[in-house]
């Protein structure tokens, strides 16, 4: 019996621990909802561009994104509407977007209205840049058709103000969320600026043209594709379409205002993640680590938050670079212009390369990118 006895403890030292159980919640609270992005929001910073995303060739990765992927996880992402998706794509069972901007956390917040209050497609770009609805739309229309028909319907100021006042009263009266005058002032500008962009001459002629790069328009996002040949955009079908605005309806996609080398941010949602017994799925960087390892030891600052986060194998930062490495024998690759080439890289590597002193500067972290 002794001899049972302790061959059964061996056999318990040996096998390993089960995961914890996956408890990210199915759906948030208003007040859930509210409290994640207050205590986990820091001060609002400025960054050089916003509202509209500029890389053009951001679907590029899904493909390879999706090969290694696991179901479910957490979506960590920066900026604004290109998330949507690598979202779609990867469908995670939640997501946080991380920004230094309160802004970038106030355009989520508009477009979470526009999502939750839109039947369609059709009806999201209509309450989102203010045109009438064109006929004959249907749920098979291609994104390339419908922004054709949408270029053809009138801008309308009454419609405009129609949906402003609508978002506010969706955010304020239905969802309850505490924000402040300057909130609601900074909101008006925001949705005002998206109304403008693809009202004016200039920007109509590509429906709604970023306004800080004239070579890309939110129509020439929406109706990219990833290289392949397939649309993958949050617009490109229904079904992409539904499964963002189900997770904005449940409030699992969370804006949070903070600074990637800050000490509040990041650490919180990796702790969150963790408590929760989930894993990041993705973390989409854009061009942002540039600029932290132009700024002291911020790049530090950043790697040391991310190394706080629970990861797996299949775990991958989604980062845009301007140029990129193919082997060591090749030389770098540029991007032409002001294009960005969409890169990947497990966040495992890059961090396991940090702790043991590897990485020095962002080449190295390019590198690692393929």
């Known amino acids: 019996m002794k001899v049972l006895i302790a061959i059964a403890g061996m056999l318990i030292l040996l096998v390993p621990p089960l995961p914890a159980a996956d408890t990210l919640p199915r759906e948030l609270s208003d007040e859930a909802f509210w409290r994640l992005i207050s205590d986990y929001s820091e001060e609002s910073g400025s960054f050089r561009f916003e509202y509209m995303s500029n890389e053009q060739e951001f679907q590029v990765v899904i493909p390879r994104l999706l090969q290694n992927r696991k179901p479910g996880g957490v979506y960590v992402g920066v900026g604004p509407e290109q998330n949507y998706t690598y979202i779609a794509a990867l469908q995670p069972k939640m997501a946080f977007l991380v920004d230094i901007r309160r802004d970038n956390m106030l355009e989520h917040l508009i477009y979470k209205a526009v999502f939750e209050m839109s039947a369609n497609r059709a009806d999201f770009l209509s309450r989102l840049f203010s045109r009438k609805l064109p006929a004959g739309l249907t749920e098979k229309t291609t994104a ?18 129609q949906n402003l006042q609508a978002i506010k009263d969706h955010l304020l009266s239905e969802h309850k ?156 690759r540029q991007a032409n212009g002001r294009r960005f080439i969409q890169l990947l890289s497990p966040m495992a590597e890059v961090t396991k390369a940090f702790n043991t002193g590897k990485i020095s500067g962002y080449e190295d972290v390019i590198q690692m990118s393929r």
């Open 144 to 161: 390339r058709a419908m922004f054709q028909a949408f270029r053809a319907a009138p801008s309308d100021r009454t419609l405009f103000q």
């Open 177 to 332: 969320f505490r924000l402040g005058l300057d909130d609601i002032s900074r909101i008006d500008y925001i949705y005002r600026t998206f109304f403008e962009a693809a009202d004016t001459g200039s920007a109509f002629s590509a429906f709604g043209q970023n306004v800080y790069f004239n070579n890309a328009s939110y129509a020439d996002l929406m109706t990219a594709t990833d290289g392949q040949g397939e649309a993958r955009s949050y617009l490109a079908t229904e079904e992409n379409f539904r499964f963002i605005r189900e997770l904005h309806r449940k409030n699992l996609i969370v804006p949070i205002v903070g600074d990637f080398a800050g000490t509040k941010a990041l650490r919180n949602v990796g702790r969150y993640i963790k408590d929760h017994g989930a894993t990041v799925a993705a973390f989409y960087t854009s061009n942002v680590e540039q600029y932290l390892f132009q700024q002291g030891d911020d790049w530090k600052k950043f790697l040391a938050n991310v190394s706080t986060f629970p990861l797996d194998s299949s775990s991958m930062f989604i980062r845009s670079s301007h140029f990129a490495y193919g082997d060591a024998q090749q030389p770098p």
